[in-house]
């Protein structure tokens, strides 16, 4: 089985289009598996949605997500997030508030937990640091767990005598055996914030046991346009360009 690892979709239909492009350009694949944060940021949430359960998938849930749906409170969420949150709730339908409402904050899949945030704390906690791993590490009973969030391509390692370690994400990574675990971060898709403005995104293929990321560009402007035509933030337009 091949799977597409995304996360922080953020409302981009255009990236997340290319992405979903370029992974069937590399093979294709068998489901996806979402870390979360499909809405939020950007301008078509719906449309995101649609996508997502156009394609046999799974899906945790989000800050964003559980805020579309006033599940969790906004308020410590900064002013132009707040903002478009807001407008996603009033651009979403129905059936999409009940898709938001009842995404579980996290999933396993056999040797994998998953969640948006951290095995701490499912949908706030930023896994940025080495000793946010190795706390993260202490809550784990799987030896993999797949994360979102940061919009940052990254993993982190524990060896079996429980010292961890960080890498930015290399091109490929084989699953090690044994005693050690890996947390990773397949990068975000719709709002990267490595520096990098092209969509992030991983193929795991459980056959060869091979974590590999990849880079999509996209069109930026069809999406920066559609956020003028709804008065966003000028902040969250200007920063696609930067991948900040």
Request: charged share 25%; net charge negative; with cysteine.
């Amino acid at each position: 089985m091949r799977y597409v690892v995304i996360s922080d979709i953020h409302a981009n239909l255009a990236a997340f289009k290319a992405v979903l492009r370029d992974a069937e350009l590399r093979g294709g694949f068998d489901e996806i598996w979402c870390m979360g944060d499909v809405v939020g940021y950007g301008p078509e949430p719906h449309e995101c949605i649609e996508l997502l359960k156009q394609h046999r998938h799974i899906c945790v849930a989000g800050n964003h997500d559980w805020a579309a749906v006033r599940k969790i409170d906004i308020s410590d969420f900064h002013t132009d997030a707040a903002q478009v949150c807001w407008w996603t709730m009033q651009h979403i339908t129905e059936d999409d508030a009940w898709y938001l409402q009842n995404l579980p904050i996290e999933l396993r899949r056999g040797d994998f937990t998953m969640v948006h945030g951290s095995p701490r704390w499912p949908i706030w906690e930023y896994v940025l640091s080495v000793d946010e791993a190795c706390a993260s590490f202490g809550r784990m009973d799987t030896c993999f767990c797949f994360v979102g969030h940061s919009h940052v391509p990254l993993f982190f390692g524990q060896d079996d005598t429980g010292d961890c370690w960080m890498q930015r994400a290399p091109s490929e990574i084989t699953l090690p055996a044994g005693h050690q675990r890996l947390i990773i971060n397949p990068g975000g898709v719709g709002q990267p914030r490595d520096g990098d403005p092209r969509s992030s995104y991983v193929i795991y293929d459980d056959d060869a046991r091979q974590i590999s990321y990849y880079r999509v560009d996209y069109d930026i402007v069809i999406t920066q346009r559609k956020m003028r035509e709804y008065n966003f933030p000028s902040s969250l337009i200007l920063r696609l360009n930067y991948g900040y």
